[in-house]
């Protein structure tokens, strides 16, 4: 059995791909809360542009007024909504620069290594473990559903977050029934008896 959780789900795909490849046989694939990949076999990351230019771009294709019309019908003041976002732009800087270079580094090859990915297909059998708020993203169930080729099974736990699963131990116990639960079946099934009795 192969699992991770959030990107290190993706590092057991691959590391299940590559055993499957060499004749080696895995159980089950269980993926924890992660998110959908960026690319696959029909589909790839469509590429934006920063928060900021996304912002620029909306203002001239929009026109200024229609925008800052737009926040005021949000019961905001457009003055008072450009200041928040400037001081949300503002704390990110500073949190950046205060993690120091090295985490910033790390945090930077995560992202990337993550959304350069490309996902294959795979045969073998898979649990997609996710958080009641990760469910409601369909983009998620869709994208796995469609690379996980053979038995494919969703657990939702219910009234929970991604950083809930992630970081929080109250879901433990949750997480570690799910899990035995899903390994249980994986060794009842017929041709995993036969293939480990050989």
């Not at 290190?8 to 992660?34: H, K, T």
């Not at 959908?36 to 203002?59: D, F, M, N, S």
Request: glycine letters at 6%.
């Amino acid at each position: 059995m192969l699992a991770g959780i959030c990107f290190g789900a993706y590092v057991a795909w691959e590391i299940a791909q590559q055993l499957r490849e060499q004749g080696c046989e895995v159980a089950l694939v269980a993926l924890l809360d992660p998110n959908p990949p960026a690319h696959g076999p029909t589909w790839v990351r469509k590429r934006q542009a920063p928060y900021p230019l996304r912002i620029l771009e909306t203002c001239q294709q929009n026109g200024v007024m229609q925008v800052a019309l737009k926040a005021a019908r949000r019961r905001l003041d457009p003055a008072r909504y450009l200041k928040s976002a400037w001081r949300r732009w503002k704390r990110l800087c500073s949190m950046l620069h205060s993690a120091g270079r090295r985490q910033t580094r790390m945090l930077d090859a995560h992202i990337r290594a993550q959304k350069s990915y490309v996902a294959h297909s795979y045969e073998g059998r898979v649990v997609l473990i996710q958080s009641e708020s990760s469910s409601r993203k369909p983009i998620f169930l869709e994208r796995w559903g469609k690379i996980a080729v053979g038995p494919f099974k969703q657990v939702i736990v219910p009234g929970t977050t991604h950083d809930d699963l992630l970081l929080s131990g109250q879901f433990t116990t949750t997480l570690a029934d799910v899990l035995r639960t899903s390994v249980d079946i994986a060794l009842e099934t017929p041709e995993f008896v036969e293939r480990s009795a050989a």
